[in-house]
Structures are given as structure tokens and as C-alpha cells.
């Protein structure tokens, strides 16, 4: 079975600074997509960022991007010019292309913008 | 502006009473996924469906929950009776089946007392 694992509860960052959240994954699996979904205070899921594991290519959305070390099986989040906005749990989830299709998700990581 | 809505968003409860769960997925999205969020479990898959079919439901206790696709533009999420322990957000996702990205709803925050 996969499995994510989140292993910074919880982080802290200083207004404009850079920070990045890590995370592990285990699969047998060759072919998947791995997630980093954003929790602010209001409960909604928003999606942050995705790659696909056959891409190399590090994915980047603005001022989020992703370190992706398929063989080291580890995903982490860097956010730059970090702003007050950003505050939240982030979740990394995996998920395979094809059969069941679920997310499984780590643990999150609690997020904290100091000004 | 296409979203997953959720209703109630609230709902405080008596153990032992009934408890449904209503989901409007993203019109056009054939899967829909059900997740219960807690602070000791984090976010677990409870069931999810394609084209209404249920195609799995085994994170859910099946002696008092229950999940229903009654037709494209509503599942809902049972349970009966209701549990302090089922305390949790649950969330509802659609996506489409071809797709990478799941959308979420904004959860119902049940508390059973």
C-alpha cells in the first residue's frame, strides 16, 4: 500500500522569506501523480501544485515549486516570497493514473507567516 | 463557477440519531469521492464512485455507514446511529475520470455529543 509521510508538523516563516515543506512517499509503482493541497482556516482543499512522476521537470505555479526525487521518492514544497496569505496546512497527497484513483495524504504540515 | 457543494456545512447531533450527508458534484464529473478528516487519522478515503457504480467502500464502517450515488447530481453519506467517534469533517470530491485533479467541497463539520 502507498504511503505518504509529512514529517514537519508544523513550520514557521518569517513575512517575504522562503520555506520548504518536505515530504516522502512510498509506492511500487512507476506512473503516478503527487499532490501539495492547501487547508486555510475555512476547511476548503485547494490544490497548490502537481507532478506527474514521468515528468523531470520540477512543476512550478508562481511562487510555489516543487523539488521532485523520484528515486529518493521525496516531494517538497518550496514557497518563496512567503506572504500572510499562505498560512494553512498543507497536505502532500499521491495518487496512481489509473484504477482506484484516490488520494492518499500525509499528515499535513501546519504553516505559520510570522509578520 | 463550477464547485462541489456540500450541505449542511454544520451539523451538531445526539449520539445514537441518524446523520445524511448531501454532495452536489461538479456537473459532468462521473467520480465522486467521500473523505473523513481527523486529527488523529488525518484525511482517509471512505468510499468513492464511477458513473454512480459504488467501486470501493472499505474504509467505511459498513454496519453503520452507507454511501449513495441516487443519481448524478447527489451522493449522500449515512450514518446511522451516529457515534462520538464519528466526530470528523467529511468531504466530498469530484473529478473527472480522465483527469488529474480533484475538486473538494467545503466539508460538513459533524460533532455527535
Known amino acids: 500500500a502507498q504511503t505518504v509521510t509529512q514529517s514537519q508538523p508544523e513550520m514557521s516563516v518569517q513575512e517575504a522569506e522562503t520555506v520548504t515543506l518536505s515530504c516522502t512517499y512510498d509506492?511500487?509503482?512507476?506512473?503516478?501523480?503527487l499532490f501539495w493541497y492547501k487547508q486555510p482556516p475555512s476547511r476548503q482543499m485547494i490544490l497548490v501544485i502537481r507532478?506527474?512522476?514521468?515528468?523531470?521537470q520540477n512543476a512550478t505555479e508562481n511562487r510555489f515549486s516543487v523539488n521532485f526525487q523520484k528515486a529518493a521518492k521525496s516531494f517538497s514544497l518550496k514557497i518563496s516570497d512567503s506572504q500572510l496569505g499562505d498560512a494553512a496546512m498543507y497536505f502532500c497527497?499521491?495518487?496512481?493514473?489509473?484504477?482506484?484513483?484516490?488520494?492518499?495524504f500525509g499528515q499535513g504540515t501546519r504553516l505559520t507567516i510570522n509578520p | 463557477d463550477a464547485r462541489v457543494t456540500q450541505t449542511p456545512r454544520h451539523k451538531v447531533t445526539e449520539m445514537g440519531q441518524e446523520v445524511t450527508m448531501r454532495c452536489q458534484p461538479i456537473?459532468?464529473?462521473?467520480?465522486v469521492f467521500w473523505y473523513r478528516q481527523t486529527m488523529m487519522q488525518g484525511l482517509e478515503l471512505l468510499a468513492y464512485?464511477?458513473?454512480?457504480?459504488?467501486?470501493?467502500d472499505s474504509g467505511m464502517p459498513k454496519d453503520r455507514f452507507s454511501a449513495e450515488m441516487p443519481d448524478a447530481t447527489l451522493a449522500t453519506l449515512k450514518i446511522q446511529p451516529s457515534e462520538p467517534r464519528d466526530s470528523a469533517v467529511y468531504f466530498c470530491?469530484?473529478?473527472?475520470?480522465?483527469?488529474?485533479?480533484?475538486?473538494f467541497g467545503q466539508g460538513t463539520r459533524l460533532t455527535v455529543v
Open positions: 497527497a499521491y495518487r496512481t493514473p489509473r484504477g482506484a484513483q484516490k488520494l492518499v
Open positions: 509506492t511500487s509503482e512507476s506512473d503516478y501523480y
Open positions: 507532478q506527474e512522476a514521468y515528468k523531470q
Open positions: 456537473l459532468g464529473h462521473n467520480t
Open positions: 464512485f464511477r458513473n454512480r457504480a459504488p467501486l470501493d
Open positions: 470530491a469530484s473529478q473527472l475520470v480522465r483527469s488529474t485533479e480533484a475538486f
